[in-house]
């Protein structure tokens, strides 16, 4: 049985349950990196070029711990999830960076996603990705089935219940009795996340950002705990179609809960991201028309738990005191 | 309608050319003043942080425009994956932020650019015949070509003559004499004359320079003001330069030549397929192309020029240093914090191991 490496990193956290469904439909094992450690961060920080935007210096680290693992390491290509629509230079160079960066990698099994060219070529794009486990092409396609059905129910547990990607991952991967409970509705304030889910969910990364705040009597909302659809409106609503493809996670997500009157919205965004230099900043407008409490925090491999534990207390007491002198 | 245009190296040439053919009328054409470090702290003001150079050039050249009197600004857009994509959206919440009543006019850069480009001259030239717009077209054109033409000569003159200087004087001249010319016969004419001029600088007859190769995003290559004169500093240092990237270039195939089917990078691409199989969007897989036709091609060495955290290149910086086919590469990334005399310092210790480098292989 052939081994498929998987990092736990990137578009990890949107896909997983989608590219396990399908490895396993298809007769194949998969194999996922550790959550982010120190090892992992110094290793990919060692190879990446000094700009490279963190996530994708991970991502190298992840491939390195995954290097002797596996037969194979799974990297797509993402270029395109809708007309016209795009993702970041760096996820569509992924593969050939990784050839270029990590030699001992595995056979790189890279699909090309792009969407823009239209369905029929996912549908080559997912056959010849699954033909280095079976010719049966009604298999691939079965395989393919399932693995939209595994994604599509992930969403609509995260959205439903109210959970993060992580909680849903870890029960879907463990035991019953450790089945998360439904989210506390007691804490006095709600903040909106916004980010990509590789840089809200690393702990590694943010410091532990999401239970921090959690821990501080926050409760926190991030895009995946809205609908797609609703996000995708609230994006619409704003008037221009979206250049990038996770720009409804993003712009939309901070109009959808400006919308529903969150207390404060926390961007999160690690330094040198190229689409988030310019999304961010439609958010923080749109937060300002609002009169919503916005703080953005920028991440990065420098960035100390201190600092930011400072800045998160600070914002918290002047969502705290705005309240009280609004109410 | 009071159309005003951001700069990009010497765009603004063509741009004038046809002001001076097609006159202004209802509809003008506003040319901001050249980019300056006031262009670059409005830019910087006015940005996101993180938002990169060119974002931040084009911005403060639309708000100066602005202050003119523009009322309608125009940019490109490029359906890609860099952040280009972006611009108009950004720029436009800015401007008017700012208190700039001014609409946006994009200006698609990878699809349909030709009608896209004609329609807007046309409209900017207040509805004058076709006939009109295509010699006013042909002869801002012939500017523009004539201009990239001399810097091409210049380029060999910088970094072999005798007493430094002289070819950068040529030059200036040359400039404003083309932009002077009121005729096509006349660019013609200007460019030969100093051609001939350039002929008759005095040379190091033993002179064998150091060739260096330029590659890169395309904004900070050909926009002197963002790569702060880079070609100029490695002429200083006795280097030979040559650039493939250029703006009549662009003009050649992308206006014109690309609708009959021929693909000016497709060399290039064939170049950098064992290292990078698909395009990243900006100019990312012609860099790592480049390199490698160039280190076949024998250069010295190749200067690779990116904004800082610009993501294709960023893709093609981290790709470069595996290719088989071997040749120095600098990086030099520019923001608003970058100082010329540390880019020089750069330069100085890049081409003193080209010049090593060369003598080892030669033995």
Same mark, same amino acid.
């Given at each position: 049985?052939?081994?498929?490496?998987?990092?736990?990193?990137?578009?990890?956290?949107?896909?997983?349950?989608?590219?396990?469904?399908?490895?396993?439909?298809?007769?194949?094992?998969?194999?996922?990196?550790?959550?982010?450690?120190?090892? *992992?961060?110094?290793?990919?920080?060692?190879?990446?070029?000094?700009?490279?935007?963190?996530?994708?210096?991970?991502?190298?680290?992840?491939?390195?711990?995954?290097?002797?693992?596996?037969?194979?390491?799974?990297?797509?290509?993402?270029?395109?999830?809708?007309?016209?629509?795009?993702?970041?230079?760096?996820?569509?160079?992924?593969?050939?960076?990784?050839?270029?960066?990590?030699?001992?990698?595995?056979?790189?099994?890279?699909?090309? *996603?792009?969407?823009?060219?239209?369905?029929?070529?996912?549908?080559?794009?997912?056959?010849?990705?699954?033909?280095?486990?079976?010719?049966?092409?009604?298999? *691939?396609?079965?395989?393919?089935?399932?693995?939209?059905?595994?994604? =599509?129910?992930?969403?609509?547990?995260?959205?439903?219940?109210?959970?993060?990607?992580?909680?849903?991952?870890?029960?879907?991967?463990?035991?019953?009795?450790?089945?998360?409970?439904?989210?506390?509705?007691?804490?006095?304030?709600?903040?909106?996340?916004?980010?990509?889910?590789?840089?809200?969910?690393?702990?590694?990364?943010?410091?532990?950002?999401?239970?921090?705040?959690?821990?501080?009597?926050?409760?926190?909302?991030?895009?995946?705990?809205?609908?797609?659809?609703?996000?995708?409106?609230?994006?619409?609503?704003?008037?221009?179609?979206?250049?990038?493809?996770?720009?409804?996670?993003?712009?939309?997500?901070?109009?959808?809960?400006?919308?529903?009157?969150?207390?404060?919205?926390?961007?999160?965004?690690?330094?040198?991201?190229?689409?988030?230099?310019?999304?961010?900043?439609?958010?923080?407008?749109?937060?300002?028309?609002?009169?919503?409490?916005?703080?953005? =925090?920028?991440?990065?491999?420098?960035?100390?738990?201190?600092?930011?534990?400072?800045?998160?207390?600070?914002?918290?007491?002047?969502?705290?005191?705005?309240?009280?002198?609004?109410? | 309608?009071?159309?005003?245009?951001?700069?990009?190296?010497?765009?603004?040439?063509?741009?004038?050319?046809?002001?001076?053919?097609?006159?202004?009328?209802?509809?003008?054409?506003?040319?901001?003043?050249?980019?300056?470090?006031?262009?670059?702290?409005?830019?910087?003001?006015?940005?996101?942080?993180?938002?990169?150079?060119?974002?931040?050039?084009?911005?403060?050249?639309?708000?100066?425009?602005?202050?003119?009197?523009?009322?309608?600004?125009?940019?490109?857009?490029?359906?890609?994956?860099?952040?280009?994509?972006?611009?108009?959206?950004?720029?436009?919440?800015?401007?008017?932020?700012?208190?700039?009543?001014?609409?946006?006019?994009?200006?698609?850069?990878?699809?349909?650019?030709?009608?896209?480009?004609?329609?807007?001259?046309?409209?900017?030239?207040?509805?004058?015949?076709?006939?009109?717009?295509?010699?006013?077209?042909?002869?801002?054109?012939?500017?523009?070509?004539?201009?990239?033409?001399?810097?091409?000569?210049?380029?060999?003159?910088?970094?072999?003559?005798?007493?430094?200087?002289?070819?950068?004087?040529?030059?200036?001249?040359?400039?404003?004499?083309?932009?002077?010319?009121?005729?096509?016969?006349?660019?013609?004419?200007?460019?030969?004359?100093?051609?001939?001029?350039?002929?008759?600088?005095?040379?190091?007859?033993?002179?064998?320079?150091?060739?260096?190769?330029?590659?890169?995003?395309?904004?900070?290559?050909?926009?002197?003001?963002?790569?702060?004169?880079?070609?100029?500093?490695?002429?200083?240092?006795?280097?030979?330069?040559?650039?493939?990237?250029?703006?009549?270039?662009?003009?050649?195939?992308?206006?014109?030549?690309?609708?009959?089917?021929?693909?000016?990078?497709?060399?290039?691409?064939?170049?950098?397929?064992?290292?990078?199989?698909?395009?990243?969007?900006?100019?990312?897989?012609?860099?790592?192309?480049?390199?490698?036709?160039?280190?076949?091609?024998?250069?010295?060495?190749?200067?690779?020029?990116?904004?800082?955290?610009?993501?294709?290149?960023?893709?093609?910086?981290?790709?470069?240093?595996?290719?088989?086919?071997?040749?120095?590469?600098?990086?030099?990334?520019?923001?608003?914090?970058?100082?010329?005399?540390?880019?020089?310092?750069?330069?100085?210790?890049?081409?003193?191991?080209?010049?090593?480098?060369?003598?080892?292989?030669?033995?």
């Amino acid at each position: 049985m052939f081994k498929v490496g998987i990092p736990r990193a990137l578009s990890y956290y949107q896909y997983l349950p989608a590219w396990e469904a399908f490895f396993e439909a298809l007769g194949a094992e998969t194999v996922v990196s550790p959550p982010t450690n120190k090892a *992992i961060f110094t290793a990919g920080n060692s190879r990446a070029v000094a700009e490279t935007c963190l996530p994708v210096k991970l991502f190298f680290g992840h491939v390195i711990s995954l290097a002797n693992k596996c037969d194979y390491m799974f990297i797509p290509a993402m270029r395109s999830l809708g007309k016209k629509a795009y993702y970041c230079s760096k996820f569509i160079g992924l593969p050939d960076m990784t050839r270029a960066l990590v030699p001992e990698c595995p056979p790189i099994l890279d699909p090309e *996603i792009d969407l823009n060219k239209g369905r029929r070529n996912l549908y080559s794009a997912i056959y010849d990705l699954g033909r280095h486990f079976s010719s049966d092409k009604s298999r *691939i396609k079965k395989a393919a089935k399932q693995a939209e059905k595994a994604h =599509l129910a992930y969403r609509k547990e995260m959205s439903d219940r109210g959970i993060t990607p992580i909680q849903a991952l870890d029960e879907m991967h463990r035991d019953e009795d450790k089945l998360y409970s439904e989210p506390d509705t007691s804490p006095s304030l709600s903040v909106a996340l916004i980010g990509h889910q590789y840089v809200i969910y690393d702990d590694y990364i943010n410091h532990r950002l999401i239970s921090r705040l959690q821990a501080m009597g926050v409760r926190v909302f991030t895009p995946e705990m809205a609908e797609q659809e609703a996000l995708d409106i609230a994006m619409t609503k704003l008037g221009s179609a979206p250049h990038w493809s996770f720009e409804a996670d993003i712009i939309g997500a901070g109009e959808y809960y400006l919308e529903a009157k969150v207390d404060g919205i926390i961007s999160v965004a690690v330094f040198g991201c190229g689409p988030d230099s310019m999304m961010i900043d439609m958010v923080r407008h749109r937060a300002s028309e609002f009169r919503t409490p916005f703080l953005h =925090l920028s991440l990065d491999e420098h960035t100390s738990e201190g600092g930011l534990v400072t800045r998160l207390e600070a914002f918290l007491d002047m969502v705290k005191r705005r309240r009280r002198v609004c109410a | 309608m009071r159309v005003g245009i951001p700069h990009c190296g010497n765009a603004y040439v063509m741009a004038e050319a046809l002001v001076q053919k097609l006159g202004n009328g209802k509809n003008e054409l506003i040319i901001p003043p050249p980019t300056s470090h006031r262009t670059l702290d409005l830019g910087v003001k006015y940005s996101p942080v993180e938002a990169c150079l060119p974002f931040k050039l084009t911005l403060g050249n639309l708000i100066e425009a602005c202050e003119l009197g523009a009322d309608t600004l125009v940019h490109a857009r490029g359906t890609g994956v860099c952040r280009l994509g972006y611009y108009v959206k950004e720029q436009e919440q800015i401007v008017h932020d700012l208190g700039y009543d001014a609409r946006f006019l994009t200006l698609d850069v990878s699809q349909n650019k030709f009608r896209s480009i004609m329609s807007l001259i046309k409209e900017v030239a207040n509805d004058a015949p076709w006939p009109q717009i295509i010699s006013a077209l042909y002869f801002a054109m012939e500017k523009l070509f004539t201009l990239d033409k001399m810097e091409k000569a210049i380029h060999r003159v910088r970094a072999v003559e005798l007493e430094k200087g002289r070819a950068n004087q040529i030059h200036r001249e040359a400039v404003k004499a083309i932009s002077e010319a009121k005729m096509v016969g006349q660019v013609k004419n200007t460019a030969k004359e100093y051609i001939r001029k350039l002929d008759q600088v005095p040379k190091d007859p033993t002179g064998d320079p150091v060739k260096v190769s330029i590659v890169g995003e395309v904004f900070v290559v050909l926009d002197p003001f963002a790569n702060m004169d880079i070609e100029m500093e490695l002429g200083k240092l006795g280097v030979e330069v040559e650039r493939t990237m250029s703006l009549s270039r662009w003009v050649k195939y992308r206006l014109f030549l690309n609708y009959l089917g021929v693909n000016e990078w497709k060399e290039v691409h064939k170049a950098a397929m064992p290292y990078l199989k698909r395009n990243v969007g900006g100019d990312g897989w012609e860099s790592v192309g480049e390199k490698v036709v160039r280190a076949r091609e024998g250069y010295d060495g190749v200067i690779h020029l990116a904004p800082f955290t610009c993501m294709p290149e960023i893709v093609a910086q981290n790709i470069m240093p595996s290719t088989k086919e071997d040749i120095p590469v600098l990086t030099v990334l520019y923001d608003e914090q970058m100082a010329r005399p540390g880019m020089i310092t750069r330069l100085e210790a890049f081409v003193d191991l080209l010049k090593f480098r060369r003598r080892r292989m030669r033995k």
